[in-house]
């Protein structure tokens, strides 16, 4: 069974940064398109940013473009969100996602796996 963890979550001030990582197992890391989406109290389950196998291709949410940078390492079977310029309304659970296929997909149902969360929140 594919296991996804999160870490890197936390408190910060608007304005500032967090990195997120993800580690993924039991998988082979480069058969598998990823992504990250979040949750806010009360709110539906939203994309935020998705990336191919090899990495080539990016996708990012309008809310968050220019401001979150998704990126992976094939060689350590991770993947990372770099959050900047922080805003009290990018305060949710973030987790990544997992989908063996090619391309990416900014679709929750597009993926097959997923990992626990990790609390992303931003105080004004």
């Known amino acids: 069974q594919v296991h996804l963890v999160e870490s890197g979550g936390g408190l910060v001030q608007a304005g500032g940064s967090l990195r997120l990582s993800c580690a993924a197992s039991r998988l082979t890391f480069t058969s598998y398109a990823m992504a990250w989406f979040r949750q806010a109290p009360g709110k539906e389950r939203e994309s935020v940013a998705a990336i191919s196998r090899s990495g080539g291709m990016t996708y990012y949410a309008d809310s968050v473009k220019g401001r979150f940078t998704i990126s992976r390492d094939n060689a350590k079977n991770t993947m990372s969100l770099q959050l900047s310029n922080l805003k009290p309304e990018d305060t949710a659970v973030y987790y990544c996602?997992?989908?063996?296929?090619?391309?990416?997909?900014?679709?929750?149902?597009?993926?097959?796996?997923w990992g626990q969360g990790t609390q992303v929140t931003v105080s004004s």
């Open positions: 996602a997992a989908a063996p296929a090619t391309g990416i997909y900014s679709q929750a149902s597009s993926y097959a796996y």
